[in-house]
């Protein structure tokens, strides 16, 4: 069983809809959790990081972390074309600098 | 904003050829990264380093050396490339700061053995 398990979809929706990307884990010790996207032909960019449980919110993206559940969301709100991309998830337990990744979930919004 | 610099978009090379990939970060970052990342196995670790000079070994190091001889530059060497070796490669940089830092990645370099 991996570390970190991710949906490699493909997922396709329409523009403006709710967009609900998830990862699960095993390693209870993981504390930071970090969201990218990654555009065709180009490197990841980070998206959202939180720390320990909770959501965050930054413009139409929200991450939640629920550690009881060992489970992570990425929630997009009215979703657009440029949003069609490829989203992979990360996390790390502390201090060892070693990020344990996703293997990215494909997200296409149609116009 | 942070920015790491990959010398090459796309290369080709033969096998048996010794290759150099660059990687430069403008941050004064102490933390560098090189992964490599292929569909269906997703980013995989070569080496990292932590400071000029040190170097730790990934989760898939056989086949790859690196050197950093100044805190910007990172350098990943195919000591003899083979067709396995085709890939996309992605360099990234963290700082050491307070707690877990994220990683920003250059654009990759597309790398391909013939």
């Known amino acids: 069983q991996k570390e970190v398990e991710q949906d490699p979809g493909p997922l396709s929706v329409p523009e403006g809809a709710i967009v609900s990307l998830n990862c699960t884990y095993s390693?209870?010790?993981?504390?930071?959790f970090m969201w990218y996207r990654q555009y065709s032909r180009k490197g990841p960019e980070l998206l959202m990081y939180?720390?320990s449980s909770g959501n965050k919110e930054d413009g139409r993206f929200t991450a939640q972390v629920d550690k009881s559940s060992k489970y992570i969301s990425l929630f997009i709100r009215d979703s657009q074309p440029s949003d069609s991309a490829t989203y992979l998830c990360?996390?790390?337990?502390?201090?060892?600098?070693?990020?344990?990744w996703g293997l990215g979930t494909s997200l296409a919004v149609n116009p | 904003d942070v920015k790491v610099t990959q010398s090459s978009r796309y290369l080709v090379k033969r096998t048996g050829e010794k290759v150099f990939l660059e990687c430069v970060q403008d941050?004064?970052?102490?933390?560098m990264f090189w992964y490599r990342q292929d569909p269906g196995l997703g980013l995989r670790l070569i080496y990292f380093?932590?400071?000029?000079?040190?170097?730790e070994k990934g989760d898939i190091p056989e086949g790859y050396s690196v050197s950093r001889e100044k805190k910007e530059r990172f350098s990943l060497i195919l000591e003899s490339a083979s067709t396995n070796q085709t890939s996309m490669y992605l360099c990234?940089?963290?700082?050491?700061?307070?707690?877990?830092?994220?990683?920003?990645f250059g654009d990759g370099t597309r790398l391909s053995i013939l």
């Open positions: 990360a996390m790390e337990a502390g201090n060892n600098r070693k990020l344990i």
């Open positions: 390693n209870s010790a993981f504390q930071y």
């Open positions: 939180t720390y």
């Open positions: 941050m004064d970052h102490e933390n």
């Open positions: 380093s932590y400071d000029v000079k040190m170097k």
């Open positions: 990234a940089s963290s700082s050491s700061g307070g707690g877990n830092q994220p990683q920003h």
